[in-house]
Nanobody
Framework: QVQLVESGGGLVQDGGSLRLSCAAS????????MAWFRQAPGKEREFVAA????????YYQDSVKARFTISRDNAKNTVYLQMNSLNPEDTGKYYC???????????????????WGQGTQVTVSS
């Protein structure tokens, strides 16, 4: 069982930056894939970024590729999402997710992730 706790959300102006953190309760070693999803009111949950813990391979949604960076800290068992040049379209609740890497077939599909955090709100004002 893996528990995920997100932090770092908040209110920021257009063009600002935030760093989200996702702390895992158990050792998410080389067995796991970690991802960030977001959900705006009235919209479906959408993929933002993912990282394969072992190799550090990363994946991004096209709209965030040049602005967001996903990374992990092995010692702290934590995944980060550095978000720069934020705009109002980035507003939503951001969720951390995890699953065993060997079970993952489509990293953009939220249904393929087993563990989820409670989410942290990100609001970008124009």
């Amino acid at each position: 069982q893996v528990q995920l706790v997100e932090s770092g959300g908040g209110l920021v102006q257009d063009g600002g930056s935030l760093r989200l953190s996702c702390a895992a309760s158990a050792r998410t070693s080389s067995n796991y894939a970690m991802a960030w999803f977001r959900q705006a009111p009235g919209k479906e949950r959408e993929f933002v970024a993912a990282i394969m813990w072992s190799a550090g391979t990363t994946y991004y949604q096209d709209s965030v590729k040049a602005r967001f960076t996903i990374s992990r800290d092995n010692a702290k068992n934590t995944v980060y999402l550095q978000m720069n040049s934020l705009n109002p379209e980035d507003t939503g609740k951001y969720y951390c997710a995890a699953t065993l890497q060997r079970a993952l077939r489509q990293h953009t599909n939220p249904q393929q992730y087993t563990y989820w955090g409670q989410g942290t709100q990100v609001t970008v004002s124009s």
